[in-house]
C-alpha cells in the first residue's frame, strides 16, 4: 500500500467536499462508522467516470457515503445498495434525504442474501461494488455477479485488509482478524484465478480488486 508520506501527499492535493460529505466524513469517524478512505473512494469515482454506468448494486450502504459520492460522480446512475443494519439503515435514508438523491438512491433494508428477488428486479447493473461483510465476499460475487451486464465490473473494497493479507498468521494478534484475514486472502486468490473473470488489485486505500469478464478468445 501507499506510504503514509505519499498518501497524505496526494489527499492534500484532491479538492474539498462538500459541506455534507465533510458532515458525513466526521461522522462516520465520530461513531466509528467505516466508509471508504479518501483516495480509495476517489479511486473508485474516477473508475465510474471512465465507465459511466447506467445502474450499480451495492453491497453494504452504511450510512450511504460511498452511494452518495457515486451519484454525484455518475449524474445518470441510479443505484441499488442494501443495509442490514437499521440505525445505519435510518442514517442512509436521512443523509441522502439531505443530498436530495432520493429519486436515484434506492436503499433495501435487510441482508443481501435475503433480498435477492428485489436486487434481481433492477438488473442488469454495469456495476457490482462490494463492502460489506469480509468473510461473504465469495458469496456475494458468486449470487450476485449473474446479475452483472456484459460489459460490467464488479469492484470489492478491503482487499488488503490494513496489510494483514501480507502478514504470516501468526505474526497477527487476535483470532478474529487471523480469521477474517484467512478468509480474504482465500476471496483474492479465488478471485485472480477466476476462469471466467480477470481482476487486478490496487494497492490503495485498504485495497481494491477490479474485476472484468474475460473476453472471448480468437
Keep these: ?59 453494504g450502504t452504511a ?5 452518495i459520492r457515486m451519484a454525484d460522480a455518475v449524474p445518470k446512475a441510479e443505484i441499488v445498495t442494501i443495509e442490514r443494519d437499521k440505525e445505519r439503515y ?5 443523509f441522502i434525504g439531505k443530498a436530495n438523491k432520493e429519486q436515484r438512491i434506492h ?14 428486479s433492477k438488473a442488469p447493473y454495469d456495476m457490482i461494488f462490494i463492502d460489506a461483510a469480509k468473510g461473504q465476499y465469495q458469496k456475494f460475487f458468486e449470487l450476485f455477479e449473474p446479475f452483472l451486464s456484459k460489459d ?40 485472480m484465478s477466476h476462469p471466467d473473470f480477470q481482476t487486478m488489485i490496487l494497492p490503495i486505500g485498504d485495497g481494491i480488486a477490479i474485476t472484468k469478464r474475460r473476453g472471448e478468445e480468437t
Excluded at 63 to 67: E, H, K, R
Excluded at 90 to 94: E, F, G, Q, S, V
Design 90 to 94: 435510518d442514517k442512509a435514508l436521512y
Design 1 to 59: 500500500m501507499l506510504s503514509k508520506e505519499v498518501e497524505t501527499y496526494i489527499e492534500s492535493l484532491i479538492p474539498a467536499r462538500s459541506s455534507l460529505i465533510e458532515e458525513m466524513e466526521q461522522y462516520a469517524k465520530g461513531e466509528q462508522v467505516p466508509i471508504m478512505e479518501l483516495i480509495g473512494i476517489e479511486t473508485l469515482l474516477q473508475l465510474l467516470r471512465i465507465q459511466q454506468p447506467a445502474n450499480i448494486l451495492e453491497i
Design 107 to 120: 436503499v433495501l433494508f435487510g441482508d443481501a442474501f435475503e433480498v435477492t428477488e428485489a436486487i434481481q
Design 152 to 191: 460490467g465490473m464488479i469492484i470489492s473494497d478491503n482487499v488488503l485488509f490494513k496489510g494483514y493479507v501480507a502478514q504470516a498468521e501468526e505474526t497477527i494478534e487476535t483470532k478474529r482478524i487471523r480469521s477474517l484475514t484467512a478468509k480474504i486472502k482465500k476471496y483474492n486468490d479465488w478471485l
Design 63 to 67: 450510512i450511504g457515503y460511498s452511494a
